[in-house]
Nanobody
């Protein structure tokens, strides 16, 4: 299984970026996907997740209303649209996947066995 996250970069506060996460070696349509981030000197934290069908999309309180997660199963890709970016959104963003079904949509780091390499998002003030 390989996950690749890309789309990060430098953006001014108030701007937007769209991250993409592509997957291979896995039946993508049967996979829950999550986005996490890790800021310098901080622990990795949950950002958003999306169920296999795309019908369930929980968000962390810090990004709710500004970020939108979506997926295109035909392209084996999950997106994270980030609007109204703030300097505190600066972090390395990781996507993660899980194909073994749980009774709930996973939002914890330890619930995801597969991880991408991360893409850096820097928001300047």
């Amino acid at each position: 299984v390989q996950l690749q996250a890309f789309g990060g970069g430098l953006v001014q506060a108030g701007g937007s970026l769209r991250l993409s996460c592509t997957a291979s070696g896995i039946t993508f349509s049967r996979t829950a996907v999550g986005w996490f981030r890790q800021a310098p000197g901080k622990e990795r934290e949950f950002v958003a997740a999306i169920s296999r069908s795309g019908s369930t999309t929980p968000y962390s309180d810090s990004v709710k209303g500004r970020f939108t997660i979506s997926r295109d199963n035909a392209k084996n890709t999950v997106y994270l649209q980030m609007n109204s970016l703030k300097p505190e959104d600066t972090a390395v963003y990781y996507c993660a996947a899980r194909s073994v079904i749980l009774t709930h949509l996973p939002v914890r780091i330890d619930e995801y066995p597969y991880w991408g390499q991360g893409t850096l998002v820097t928001v300047s003030s």
